[in-house]
Protein backbone atom coordinates (compact mmCIF):
# COMPACT_ATOMS: atom_id res chain seq x y z
CA UNK A 1 0.00 0.00 0.00
CA UNK A 2 1.30 3.54 -0.91
CA UNK A 3 2.33 5.57 2.28
CA UNK A 4 0.07 8.34 2.73
CA UNK A 5 2.04 11.45 3.05
CA UNK A 6 -0.35 14.09 3.75
CA UNK A 7 -0.64 12.74 7.19
CA UNK A 8 3.01 11.88 7.61
CA UNK A 9 3.20 11.22 11.47
CA UNK A 10 0.27 8.72 11.14
CA UNK A 11 2.01 6.89 8.58
CA UNK A 12 5.35 6.92 10.09
CA UNK A 13 3.17 5.95 13.52
CA UNK A 14 1.88 3.32 11.79
CA UNK A 15 5.09 1.05 10.78
CA UNK A 16 7.58 3.02 14.26
CA UNK A 17 5.15 1.66 17.08
CA UNK A 18 7.72 -1.48 16.31
CA UNK A 19 10.97 -0.83 18.04
CA UNK A 20 14.08 -2.24 17.01
CA UNK A 21 15.85 -4.13 19.51
CA UNK A 22 18.49 -6.22 18.13
CA UNK A 23 20.42 -5.83 14.55
CA UNK A 24 17.30 -8.11 13.04
CA UNK A 25 14.90 -8.25 15.65
CA UNK A 26 11.85 -6.21 16.34
CA UNK A 27 9.41 -5.51 19.15
CA UNK A 28 5.98 -3.78 19.83
CA UNK A 29 5.84 -1.50 22.48
CA UNK A 30 2.72 -2.29 23.36
CA UNK A 31 3.99 -5.91 24.17
CA UNK A 32 7.04 -4.49 25.54
CA UNK A 33 4.65 -2.46 28.46
CA UNK A 34 3.09 -5.60 29.12
CA UNK A 35 6.59 -7.34 30.00
CA UNK A 36 7.22 -7.63 33.84
CA UNK A 37 9.79 -5.25 35.23
CA UNK A 38 12.74 -7.94 35.17
CA UNK A 39 11.87 -8.92 31.49
CA UNK A 40 11.76 -5.24 30.56
CA UNK A 41 14.91 -4.34 32.08
CA UNK A 42 16.56 -7.93 30.14
CA UNK A 43 15.43 -6.52 26.78
CA UNK A 44 16.93 -3.44 27.06
CA UNK A 45 20.16 -4.78 28.23
CA UNK A 46 20.18 -7.21 25.51
CA UNK A 47 19.90 -4.76 22.99
CA UNK A 48 22.50 -2.48 24.61
CA UNK A 49 24.95 -5.42 24.83
CA UNK A 50 24.40 -6.84 21.61
CA UNK A 51 25.04 -3.48 19.49
CA UNK A 52 27.58 -2.19 21.37
CA UNK A 53 29.87 -4.50 23.34
CA UNK A 54 32.17 -7.06 21.93
CA UNK A 55 31.83 -8.02 18.79
CA UNK A 56 29.27 -5.86 18.10
CA UNK A 57 31.46 -2.62 19.61
CA UNK A 58 31.30 -1.41 15.86
CA UNK A 59 27.60 -0.61 15.68
CA UNK A 60 27.08 1.65 18.33
CA UNK A 61 29.65 0.81 21.14
CA UNK A 62 32.36 3.24 19.28
CA UNK A 63 30.05 6.51 19.04
CA UNK A 64 29.07 5.73 23.29
CA UNK A 65 32.94 6.11 24.14
CA UNK A 66 33.25 9.17 22.54
CA UNK A 67 30.14 10.89 23.43
CA UNK A 68 29.43 9.71 26.93
CA UNK A 69 31.63 12.27 28.84
CA UNK A 70 30.89 14.65 26.36
CA UNK A 71 27.38 14.40 26.81
CA UNK A 72 27.41 14.50 30.54
CA UNK A 73 25.84 17.30 32.66
CA UNK A 74 24.17 18.58 29.14
CA UNK A 75 20.10 18.94 28.32
CA UNK A 76 19.74 16.33 25.32
CA UNK A 77 16.89 16.34 22.91
CA UNK A 78 16.69 12.32 21.94
CA UNK A 79 14.32 12.54 19.02
CA UNK A 80 12.36 9.39 17.55
CA UNK A 81 13.88 7.32 20.88
CA UNK A 82 12.37 4.09 19.92
CA UNK A 83 14.09 2.08 22.59
CA UNK A 84 16.58 4.68 23.46
CA UNK A 85 19.41 2.02 23.78
CA UNK A 86 21.99 4.89 23.32
CA UNK A 87 20.45 8.09 25.20
CA UNK A 88 19.58 6.01 28.04
CA UNK A 89 23.48 4.99 28.54
CA UNK A 90 24.16 8.39 28.11
CA UNK A 91 21.56 9.56 31.08
CA UNK A 92 23.10 6.58 33.29
CA UNK A 93 26.73 8.76 33.12
CA UNK A 94 25.27 12.12 33.70
CA UNK A 95 23.12 13.53 30.13
CA UNK A 96 19.78 14.96 31.24
CA UNK A 97 17.41 13.73 28.90
CA UNK A 98 14.31 14.58 27.16
CA UNK A 99 13.01 11.87 24.83
CA UNK A 100 10.22 12.63 22.38
CA UNK A 101 8.85 9.67 20.28
CA UNK A 102 5.24 10.13 17.46
CA UNK A 103 4.40 6.92 19.61
CA UNK A 104 3.23 7.48 22.54
CA UNK A 105 3.34 3.95 23.71
CA UNK A 106 6.84 4.15 22.67
CA UNK A 107 7.70 6.78 25.48
CA UNK A 108 5.72 4.65 27.82
CA UNK A 109 8.82 2.04 27.49
CA UNK A 110 11.51 4.54 27.88
CA UNK A 111 9.57 6.41 30.84
CA UNK A 112 9.24 2.76 32.65
CA UNK A 113 12.72 2.27 32.22
CA UNK A 114 14.08 5.14 33.48
CA UNK A 115 11.84 5.06 36.15
CA UNK A 116 13.50 1.13 37.08
CA UNK A 117 16.77 2.54 36.30
CA UNK A 118 16.00 5.63 38.84
CA UNK A 119 16.82 8.22 36.15
CA UNK A 120 14.84 11.73 35.98
CA UNK A 121 13.80 12.56 32.20
CA UNK A 122 11.70 14.70 30.30
CA UNK A 123 9.56 13.44 27.65
CA UNK A 124 7.80 14.62 24.72
CA UNK A 125 5.02 12.82 22.97
CA UNK A 126 5.36 14.03 19.21
CA UNK A 127 1.73 14.28 18.08
CA UNK A 128 2.94 16.91 14.94
CA UNK A 129 5.08 19.09 14.09
CA UNK A 130 3.91 21.69 16.66
CA UNK A 131 4.01 19.57 19.13
CA UNK A 132 8.02 20.90 19.70
CA UNK A 133 6.76 24.03 20.63
CA UNK A 134 6.23 22.79 24.00
CA UNK A 135 9.97 22.28 24.34
CA UNK A 136 12.31 24.17 26.91
CA UNK A 137 15.13 26.01 24.89
CA UNK A 138 18.18 25.18 26.60
CA UNK A 139 19.27 21.60 24.84
CA UNK A 140 22.88 21.53 23.58
CA UNK A 141 22.51 18.56 21.64
CA UNK A 142 20.31 16.99 19.93
CA UNK A 143 20.40 13.13 18.72
CA UNK A 144 19.14 11.82 15.54
CA UNK A 145 19.66 8.24 15.82
CA UNK A 146 18.22 6.78 12.79
CA UNK A 147 15.43 8.76 13.33
CA UNK A 148 14.93 11.38 10.76
CA UNK A 149 15.73 9.50 7.95
CA UNK A 150 12.57 7.45 6.97
CA UNK A 151 10.50 10.57 5.78
CA UNK A 152 10.78 12.15 2.33
CA UNK A 153 13.05 15.21 3.10
CA UNK A 154 10.18 17.56 2.75
CA UNK A 155 8.71 16.13 5.84
CA UNK A 156 11.77 15.95 7.82
CA UNK A 157 13.01 19.67 7.39
CA UNK A 158 9.62 20.66 9.05
CA UNK A 159 10.11 18.28 11.85
CA UNK A 160 13.96 19.77 12.23
CA UNK A 161 12.95 23.42 11.25
CA UNK A 162 10.87 22.94 14.36
CA UNK A 163 13.86 22.11 16.74
CA UNK A 164 16.49 24.31 15.56
CA UNK A 165 14.66 27.04 17.73
CA UNK A 166 15.28 24.81 21.09
CA UNK A 167 18.94 24.34 20.33
CA UNK A 168 21.27 26.36 21.94
CA UNK A 169 23.88 28.64 19.58
CA UNK A 170 27.01 26.43 19.31
CA UNK A 171 24.59 23.28 20.03
CA UNK A 172 25.78 20.01 18.70
CA UNK A 173 23.12 17.81 16.56
CA UNK A 174 24.55 14.02 16.60
CA UNK A 175 23.22 12.62 12.95
CA UNK A 176 22.70 8.83 12.74
CA UNK A 177 22.02 7.55 9.07
CA UNK A 178 22.11 5.40 6.21
CA UNK A 179 24.81 7.04 3.10
CA UNK A 180 24.24 7.15 -0.16
CA UNK A 181 27.14 4.31 -0.63
CA UNK A 182 24.56 1.67 0.92
CA UNK A 183 21.67 2.37 -1.29
CA UNK A 184 24.53 2.09 -4.24
CA UNK A 185 25.00 -1.07 -3.10
CA UNK A 186 21.18 -1.97 -3.01
CA UNK A 187 21.05 -1.21 -6.81
CA UNK A 188 19.50 2.40 -6.24
CA UNK A 189 16.05 1.36 -5.36
CA UNK A 190 13.55 4.23 -4.92
CA UNK A 191 13.10 5.67 -1.30
CA UNK A 192 9.44 4.60 -1.29
CA UNK A 193 11.32 0.88 -1.91
CA UNK A 194 14.52 1.56 -0.21
CA UNK A 195 13.22 1.44 3.22
CA UNK A 196 12.07 -2.54 2.33
CA UNK A 197 15.55 -3.45 1.79
CA UNK A 198 16.88 -1.60 5.31
CA UNK A 199 14.59 -2.12 8.12
CA UNK A 200 11.93 -4.38 6.70
CA UNK A 201 8.63 -4.83 4.51
CA UNK A 202 6.61 -2.59 6.03
CA UNK A 203 8.93 0.56 5.96
CA UNK A 204 7.07 3.18 3.58
CA UNK A 205 10.04 5.14 2.87
CA UNK A 206 13.75 5.62 3.45
CA UNK A 207 16.16 8.14 2.22
CA UNK A 208 20.26 8.61 2.70
CA UNK A 209 21.45 11.42 3.79
CA UNK A 210 25.17 13.61 3.17
CA UNK A 211 25.96 17.17 3.63
CA UNK A 212 23.75 18.40 1.08
CA UNK A 213 20.90 16.88 3.29
CA UNK A 214 21.95 18.41 5.70
CA UNK A 215 22.25 21.61 4.18
CA UNK A 216 18.55 21.42 3.15
CA UNK A 217 17.37 20.53 6.27
CA UNK A 218 18.94 22.92 8.53
CA UNK A 219 19.44 26.14 6.11
CA UNK A 220 19.40 28.89 6.54
CA UNK A 221 21.05 28.21 10.05
CA UNK A 222 24.77 28.03 9.55
CA UNK A 223 26.53 24.68 11.09
CA UNK A 224 29.52 23.02 10.98
CA UNK A 225 30.22 19.30 10.52
CA UNK A 226 33.28 19.17 12.93
CA UNK A 227 33.20 14.89 12.74
CA UNK A 228 31.80 12.61 9.70
CA UNK A 229 32.68 9.11 9.67
CA UNK A 230 31.11 6.11 7.05
CA UNK A 231 30.95 2.88 8.95
CA UNK A 232 29.86 -0.90 9.13
CA UNK A 233 31.07 -1.47 5.66
CA UNK A 234 29.34 1.62 4.44
CA UNK A 235 25.80 0.68 6.15
CA UNK A 236 25.83 3.62 8.40
CA UNK A 237 27.30 7.52 8.34
CA UNK A 238 27.37 9.71 10.84
CA UNK A 239 27.44 13.74 11.05
CA UNK A 240 28.38 15.75 14.24
CA UNK A 241 27.22 18.80 13.47
CA UNK A 242 27.91 22.47 15.50
CA UNK A 243 25.03 24.51 14.56
CA UNK A 244 25.57 28.37 14.75
CA UNK A 245 23.43 31.72 15.68
CA UNK A 246 20.32 31.44 14.28
CA UNK A 247 19.46 34.02 12.27
CA UNK A 248 15.90 34.96 13.39
CA UNK A 249 16.45 35.77 16.63
Known sequence: MRADWDCPYDTLRRRWHVVPVEASSRLSSADLLQLPDSELLAVWERAFHCTSTGSYYGVRGW?????????????????????????????EH??????????????RVVERLCALKGLRARFLHIEDAGSFSNLTDDFSAVMAIGSLINAPREIIREEVQAILPHLRPDGRWLHFAYPRAR?????????SEWGKYTDG????????????????????????????????DHDFNWFDCRLGQDQIR
Open 63 to 91: YHDLYRDKLTGLEVLDVGSGLAVSSIHFA
Open 94 to 107: GARLTFADIVEDNL
Open 183 to 191: WIRDGKPTF
Open 201 to 232: PDTPWMEYHDKETLEYLFGPRPFEIIFECEWH
